[in-house]
């Protein structure tokens, strides 16, 4: 078991610390997990504008509780949490405590440094996450948004019994993918991980102005979002296969198929076969534009086995063919002209 | 024709100053043209992490002409653009690539150090980004203190295919978002901010890549670079007198033979022809900018003999300076 205690909400030194505790040090901004507690790494950088993010890779063998005492002047906390749970996770803010359960936690939440704060994770967790910390005058530079606006205030106020969680979709993992993936050797390292932290943030806070009047955000039991999560989860696990029926997934997670398809749309804006479908066309896209992968090649990775099925798909969601996406140029003269 | 000049740094200035010669005003960053050169916009940003920029957004009923003039400040513009166009170039320090027709969809770097010349007829749509970017920002964003000798590299190089990057999907698609109508509210800056910083990023990271390709190809120095930029300059600073290439190998105390070859290796052609290439560039333009006389520019370019002038104009454009000179004034 390991107990880690911090009293900064810098995260590099709070990492320095931490290091430090498990007998080692840190070596380029990246604390790797000695063995016998686990795999993997947590790494703290401070970005060029200002912000302090900590990007955590790790599957613990090893039982973890992790402190870190209030702060005065308060800091804002913004955390991308996928934790894969073994038997539980807690999460207690100041005096509230919350318990998440197997298999899965997977959702965007927004903290401050006001309250004691501890997470307690029992063995055999993994922990994919990137958390940010920033202060009100940051906020208010470059999101235009006041620490002491009614809003933020609202929310951090609701805490942990109602905790709001923003449920991440394949936008926020592609994102988080992106910057954890990042090769730290590449010259612009610190390009890509600023970009993606500050796509991260965008879209977590214009989706909450975007709902400013509608707190708490969903009106469903917390336990359902959860079990959502794990149902997104799913979904999206394998896209080399073609998406699980409706019933399939109905079984599997023992609800019924209209609350499923009800709820499901409440957390995550669309419908199961719509958001699979999107997140599949994002990732042929994506493919298709690393120039390593034919159409054909693409197709098969997404489980189409008939390329004109695929190339229709692929057209309904981007309005041209894939065949074009390397020819876009060509593409652009001829809409922007025939705009005229 | 419209013709804007400008040397100052900061884009909102110049945006005045424009303004001023369109004799309209610039509104919370925004200028809206009259009609005439063109219909639509140029808007002014300076963003939360301290970029100075512009989003582009015009059709143009005019030719114009934008020139921003070299200055010793160590400044860098950004450039971002799709144009349409039927006649559009960019010429830098006086080197003009051939004119694109159709769409040029292209982004690149040019430095503060260099000449910047931009031309597109009447009836093209230019729609784009521009942002200045200093060497402290670039150091402290980008991490680029090694990419100090990769921009060095890159801003000597003056041939198209290296210099210019074509633009690829995701930067098209972040500069449509851009060219949206802006999102309201708190948030807008931050949008902004983000998807220039995206452009910025697919673009140095390219680079980084193709300059390191380069370095493998062509192994130069910094301090070499920085040498046959001297020679370069030194070519170029009386264009009625090319210097000899022992006379440039002494300046920079190198020897002749690879000279000749690094210079190549970064300009794409000899001194000499280099040399030539924009002494006819020049002459080009004295004759259909300035108007003046074959005679007058042959004299003013070196040449005492006027058929001399004329064969090595013809040697460049194929075309004698006098039946051009009729064409511009057609």
């Keep these: ?340 | 024709m419209f013709e804007f000049k400008f040397n100052i740094r900061q884009l909102d200035l110049a945006l005045i100053q424009l303004a001023e010669e369109l004799k309209t005003t610039v509104t919370d960053g925004e200028l809206i043209f009259p009609g005439d050169p063109a219909t639509g916009y140029i808007r002014h940003f300076l963003l939360p992490n301290d970029l100075d920029t512009i989003i582009i957004d015009l059709s143009l009923t005019d030719g114009m002409w934008i020139n921003r003039q070299k200055t010793d400040l160590e400044y860098y513009v950004f450039i971002c653009e799709e144009i349409i166009s039927d006649h559009t170039y960019a010429k830098i320090d006086g080197v003009k690539p051939e004119p694109s027709t159709g769409l040029a969809a292209n982004v690149y770097l040019v430095s503060f150090l260099s000449d910047l010349r931009q031309y597109a007829s009447a009836g093209s749509t230019v729609r784009g980004i521009r942002v200045i970017l200093s060497p402290e920002w670039l150091a402290s964003y980008l991490h680029v203190s090694e990419l100090d000798e990769v921009l060095q590299r890159y801003l000597a190089l003056k041939s198209k295919s290296v210099h210019v990057r074509e633009m690829d999907y995701e930067t098209h698609r972040l500069l449509e978002e851009l060219l949206r109508p802006p999102v309201e509210g708190p948030l807008r800056n931050a949008y902004l901010e983000n998807r220039i910083m995206m452009i910025l990023e697919i673009f140095f990271s390219w680079l980084s890549q193709q300059m390191s390709v380069l370095s493998m190809t062509v192994k130069m120095t910094k301090d070499d670079i920085a040498r046959i930029i001297q020679v370069e300059k030194a070519l170029l600073s009386d264009l009625s007198r090319a210097p000899s290439i022992t006379d440039l190998s002494k300046l920079i105390a190198v020897s002749a033979s690879k000279l000749k070859k690094q210079f190549r290796d970064m300009y794409g052609l000899p001194p000499y022809e280099y040399f030539q290439q924009q002494r006819m560039q020049k002459a080009k333009e004295m004759l259909m900018v300035d108007q003046l006389t074959v005679k007058q520019v042959g004299n003013s370019l070196g040449y005492s003999n006027l058929s001399n002038f004329t064969l090595a104009f013809r040697k460049v454009f194929n075309e004698n300076p006098g039946e051009m000179k009729k064409k511009s004034i057609k």
């Design chain 1, 1 to 340: 078991m390991i107990v880690f205690q911090t009293d900064h909400p810098d995260f590099h030194i709070s990492l320095k610390k931490f290091a430090s505790a498990l007998g080692t040090s840190l070596s380029h901004d990246t604390l790797h997990l000695p063995q016998h507690y686990g795999n993997g790494y947590l790494r703290a950088l401070r970005m060029p504008n200002g912000l302090s993010v900590c990007i955590i890779d790790v599957a613990a063998e090893t039982a973890m509780e992790l402190h870190r005492s209030a702060v005065e002047p308060y800091f804002f906390v913004l955390s991308f949490d996928e934790i894969y749970i073994k038997k539980t996770a807690v999460h207690i803010i100041g005096n509230e405590k919350t318990e998440h359960f197997p298999p899965l936690f997977s959702a965007a939440f927004l903290n401050s440094t006001m309250f004691h704060d501890t997470a307690i994770l029992t063995e055999g967790c993994t922990v994919y996450s990137v958390k940010i910390i920033f202060d009100g005058k940051w906020m208010q530079r470059y999101l235009g948004i006041d620490g002491e606006d009614k809003l933020v205030k609202r929310y951090l106020a609701l805490r942990t019994k109602k905790l709001l969680l923003e449920p991440l979709d394949g936008t926020y993992r592609n994102h988080m993918d992106e910057l954890i993936s990042a090769d730290i050797n590449n010259p612009v390292y610190f390009a890509i991980i600023e970009n993606r932290v500050m796509l991260l943030i965008e879209r977590f806070f214009s989706r909450l102005l975007k709902r400013a009047g509608k707190l708490p955000l969903y009106r469903i039991e917390q336990s359902d979002i959860y079990k959502m999560m794990t149902v997104e989860a799913e979904l999206t696990r394998d896209f080399s296969s073609p998406a699980p029926t409706i019933e399939a997934l109905s079984d599997k997670f023992d609800i019924s198929v209209s609350k499923l398809k009800r709820q499901f749309r409440q957390v995550y804006g669309s419908s199961v076969y719509d958001y699979f479908q999107q997140l599949r066309m994002e990732k042929a896209k994506k493919l298709l534009l690393t120039g390593h992968y034919t159409i054909k090649e693409v197709g098969y990775q997404m489980a189409y086995h008939n390329i004109s099925n695929f190339s229709r798909a692929f057209k309904k969601a981007y309005q041209f063919l894939p065949s074009e996406l390397q020819n876009f140029r060509k593409k652009t003269a001829v809409r922007i002209i025939s705009d005229d």
